[in-house]
């Protein structure tokens, strides 16, 4: 933890600075012993966190904080815009709404509106989901990822059957995500967890890239087969109007 917190200190007094600044400035503004700056300088600057600058060696903040801000950025502007479209969606459907996107090759369920069906799902907002072949989401990343790089996926994570209704069979799945591509959204039909259906459908960005999704979850006792299509149509037009208000082109999906 000392070390840590000493960590946190250097990235301060280097954000505080409008200048870089030498070793020795930064030893005796903290009072870190040299030994212990040394290392710490040494890490972060191997992590890209701090660069060091010419021959003279001085230090300032390197790129990989603008990479980390920018990341962070994206998502709190993905769940701002999303948010108003996700309440109207709760209104409408009754239904509870989340909102998920990807973050370092995880699934990560980063907004979450609960329904007023009296059911809770157990999910909450920072949640990740390990298994991508078992629910909607992951199955909508699945279907936008190149070929090869989808097999090393599953290849790395298997096809476990987390419940009984879990798609465990290579081919069976290749042809449902070609069916999501081809229809624009993900059904889920108790995959991840025994009585819970959702329909997910994606999210683009800007650039035209996947930027999240946006699922309706509920019980099979309100979410019926025969609800699949009249839900997938309304979770889709709320992913466009999203997608529109991040900066999309409109979508062709249905």
Request: aromatic fraction near 6%.
């Amino acid at each position: 933890m000392p070390a840590l917190e000493r960590a946190l200190d250097v990235i301060d007094l280097l954000a505080s600075r409008d200048r870089d600044l030498p070793f020795s400035e930064i030893m005796h503004a903290l009072n870190i012993p040299k030994p212990s700056l040394a290392r710490i300088l040494g890490l972060l600057t191997e992590r890209g966190l701090v660069t060091k600058t010419d021959e003279r060696g001085l230090y300032k903040l390197g790129m990989q904080l603008l990479y980390l801000g920018g990341r962070i950025e994206s998502k709190l502007r993905l769940r701002s815009v999303a948010r108003p479209h996700m309440e109207e969606l709760a209104l409408t459907t009754g239904k509870t709404i989340e909102l998920s996107t990807l973050d370092r090759d995880q699934l990560i369920l980063i907004d979450q509106i609960e329904g007023n069906e009296g059911v809770r799902l157990f999910t909450r907002i920072g949640s990740a989901y390990p298994y991508f072949h078992a629910i909607g989401a992951g199955k909508i990343y699945l279907a936008h990822m190149e070929r090869n790089k989808r097999k090393e996926v599953l290849r790395k994570i298997g096809l476990p059957m987390v419940t009984k209704h879990t798609i465990a069979n290579v081919e069976q799945l290749e042809r449902e995500l070609s069916d999501i591509v081809a229809k624009g959204f993900a059904f889920e039909d108790q995959e991840l967890r025994e009585g819970v259906r959702r329909a997910v459908a994606p999210i683009y960005d800007s650039h035209g890239k996947l930027a999240g999704c946006i699922g309706i979850a509920s019980p099979i006792f309100s979410f019926t087969y025969e609800d699949k299509d009249d839900l997938a149509q309304v979770v889709k037009g709320a992913a466009r109007k999203i997608s529109a208000d991040m900066g999309a082109a409109t979508q062709n999906n249905g």
